[in-house]
């Protein structure tokens, strides 16, 4: 599976970005797809994930203030961040799962600064 990611860049606090993922399979085929993030000295951490069976999972950081969304006919994953905080500020990676193993996108940078 290869994943082609886009979006990110520099906002102000307050601001909204929309990342995005692209699946060289057809997404009924994938287990999931979400982002994970790395902040500067810290481990990464999942931020989001949509299931094949239309579930999300969102991590407590992030909840009520980023949507993960997919589009079938495009294979393609889309994460909204909205109230971004300078603590959201770190490398955002794709992923995909795939019968047993995790599939991983370049990394994006989101800065947001104060």
């Known amino acids: 599976v290869q994943l082609q990611a886009s979006g990110g860049g520099l906002v102000q606090a307050g601001g909204s970005l929309r990342l995005s993922c692209a699946a060289s399979?057809?997404?009924?085929?994938?287990?999931?797809m979400g982002w994970h993030r790395q902040a500067p000295g810290k481990q990464r951490e999942l931020v989001a994930r949509?299931?094949?069976?239309?579930?999300?999972y969102y991590a407590d950081s992030v909840k009520g203030r980023f949507t993960i969304s997919r589009d079938n006919a495009t294979n393609t994953a889309y994460l909204q961040m909205n109230s971004l905080k300078p603590e959201d500020t770190a490398v955002y990676y794709c992923?995909?799962?795939?019968?047993?193993?995790?599939?991983w996108g370049q990394g994006t940078l989101v800065t947001v600064s104060s």
């Open positions: 399979k057809d997404m009924f085929r994938l287990n999931a």
């Open positions: 949509i299931y094949k069976v239309p579930t999300t």
């Open positions: 992923h995909a799962l795939y019968l047993n193993a995790a599939y």
